[in-house]
């Protein structure tokens, strides 16, 4: 039982921070600001499937949590990439 109001509790949280880091995407000021806010997203859409995952006691969650957290990494080094040099991939 305490285990459900934990769970449940930060699953309400997360989905807090969520709202904000997709606010903070969208209206960025800038470039910098938009790629800390998609990095700071892919981080917490991982812990909300590590909490399903408690919550519901299956392991299909953190199988999902584990490709959302390499797609994150990944996508957060393009991004960073892309800003410093204006291309990803180097054609020499």
Same mark, same amino acid.
């Given at each position: 039982?305490?285990?459900?109001?934990?769970?449940?509790?930060?699953?309400?949280? *997360?989905? *807090?921070?969520?709202?904000?880091?997709?606010?903070?995407? !969208?209206?960025?000021?800038?470039?910098?600001?938009?790629?800390?806010?998609? /990095?700071?997203?892919?981080?917490? !859409?991982?812990?909300?499937?590590?909490?399903?995952? !408690?919550?519901? @006691?299956?392991?299909?969650?953190? /199988? @999902?949590?584990?490709? *959302?957290?390499?797609?994150?990494? &990944?996508?957060?080094?393009? &991004?960073?990439?892309?800003? *410093?040099?204006?291309? !990803?991939?180097?054609?020499?």
């Amino acid at each position: 039982m305490l285990i459900n109001l934990v769970t449940s509790f930060s699953l309400f949280v *997360i989905t *807090i921070c969520l709202g904000m880091c997709v606010y903070r995407c !969208i209206v960025g000021p800038s470039l910098p600001d938009r790629v800390a806010a998609s /990095d700071c997203l892919s981080t917490n !859409i991982v812990a909300l499937f590590i909490v399903l995952g !408690i919550k519901f @006691a299956t392991d299909v969650y953190y /199988d @999902a949590a584990l490709v *959302i957290a390499i797609l994150g990494f &990944l996508s957060s080094v393009a &991004l960073s990439k892309f800003m *410093i040099g204006g291309s !990803i991939f180097d054609r020499d």
